[in-house]
């Protein structure tokens, strides 16, 4: 989410007057690469870019090939073969064991629905959505590389071509459903189309205003999450000890439920260092569609809470369990306050793709998602009910 921010924001300071700029999308991986399907890079015709498409040994030559899309006002799509180490083709030798296959398109600022605004409407998203994007096709077809169909989560079509919309209007409702990006081919393999599902960025509401929830805050922030810190004690909400903080509300632990709009793809960090506060904002959260709610301190502690919700008859569900974190974060050996919120961002990021946390070493099998039967990679998205399902009798 923040390399999407990243580029609008570039983009929206650039001088469009002045510049020229394209856009680089990674559409199909096979094999490995430093980046998955769906990484981004917004490239001027200065030779500036941000965001990436690899570690940064496909970025020059992809920066050659912008100019002759921006030239012919004509998307193309690159492929990278990265699978011998002995090919110089990019002058040095990756190593990398992959086939990249990279959009590249034009930028037209007086277009309406140019692939950076429909960047922008990726970002309103509430819910899942899925982009579906030719990058391949034959000369004949009246479906151009660089064509998209967008699906809302409002189920709205959104299409540059009738006839590309006509063709995935079906299969872009089973990605949605299934929530897996995927490579189609249609017409004997002639039009290939990337379906890319999008997801929210994480909102991450932050429960007690003290000097360790600082820290929190700006890491969440180098990621581009959005941030809120709360607190019933106005005192500890200062801005200047919170500058990363995208919101600050002060509200009493009464009337949270009502306060906060807490989604599935919410994470909540209960650090307030008050019990009794703690206690209260768990029976108000603990029904709510939060993905994540981790509790700091030790395990005791939160047995303490968990207990309060038995004994005021809320139920402490199968689901409610495999939601809750305590005591927060991944096993690092964290100390000091920073540490301890590298621990709790990582776990967070671990708990949304769905992996855990462990030492990639000791991973069997790719460190990225793959499709078993052709080897393409795709990103991992967070799946809402994903949680242990229980035993029926």
């Not at 079509?157 to 949605?176: G, R, Y």
């Not at 994480?202 to 922030?221: C, H, Q, R, S, Y």
């Not at 801005?239 to 919101?247: D, H, L, R, T, V």
Request: hydrophobic share 40%.
């Amino acid at each position: 989410m923040k390399e999407f921010k990243t580029i609008l924001k570039t983009y929206q300071e650039t001088d469009l007057k002045v510049r020229k700029v394209a856009l680089a999308t990674v559409v199909q991986v096979k094999g490995s690469s430093y980046r998955s399907p769906g990484a981004r890079m917004l490239m001027l015709d200065n030779g500036r870019w941000v965001g990436s498409i690899s570690g940064g040994c496909l970025e020059g030559d992809a920066l050659r090939k912008a100019k002759k899309v921006i030239l012919s006002n004509t998307a193309q799509t690159v492929t990278y073969d990265t699978t011998n180490d002995d090919d110089n083709q990019l002058g040095i030798g990756l190593g990398c064991n992959g086939i990249i296959d990279i959009l590249i398109e034009p930028i037209d600022p007086d277009q309406e629905n140019n692939p950076i605004n429909q960047i922008q409407s990726l970002l309103d998203f509430k819910n899942y959505g899925v982009v579906a994007s030719v990058f391949a096709t034959s000369e004949t077809s009246d479906i151009s590389v660089g064509e998209k169909c967008i699906l809302h989560p409002n189920g709205e079509l959104f299409s540059t071509n009738e006839a590309l919309k006509q063709l995935v209007e079906s299969d872009l409702s089973k990605v949605l459903e299934n929530k897996k990006s995927v490579i189609t081919s249609y017409k004997e393999d002639k039009i290939e189309i990337f379906f890319e599902i999008i997801q929210p960025g994480i909102d991450l509401l932050i429960f007690g205003g003290g000097f360790d929830a600082k820290p929190v805050t700006e890491l969440a922030n180098v990621l581009g999450w959005n941030v809120t810190v709360t607190d019933e004690c106005v005192a500890h909400l200062i801005p200047i000890n919170f500058p990363k903080a995208n919101s600050m509300v002060s509200c009493q632990r009464d009337f949270v439920a009502k306060e906060f709009n807490i989604t599935p793809f919410t994470a909540i960090v209960l650090m307030s260092h008050n019990l009794n506060y703690d206690k209260e904002v768990l029976m108000q959260i603990a029904a709510s569609d939060a993905a994540y709610i981790g509790i700091l301190g030790p395990k005791k502690r939160a047995e303490k809470l968990i207990d309060h919700l038995s004994e005021n008859n809320v139920e402490v569900t199968a689901e409610l369990l495999h939601k809750l974190h305590y005591p927060i974060g991944l096993d690092i050996g964290a100390e000091t306050p920073d540490e301890i919120a590298i621990s709790i961002i990582g776990e967070i990021q671990a708990k949304f793709t769905n992996r855990n946390g462990g030492f990639l070493k000791y991973r069997k099998g790719s460190i990225h998602h793959k499709d078993g039967k052709d080897d393409q990679v795709f990103r991992q998205v967070y799946l809402k009910n994903f949680f242990p399902k229980e035993k029926s009798n």
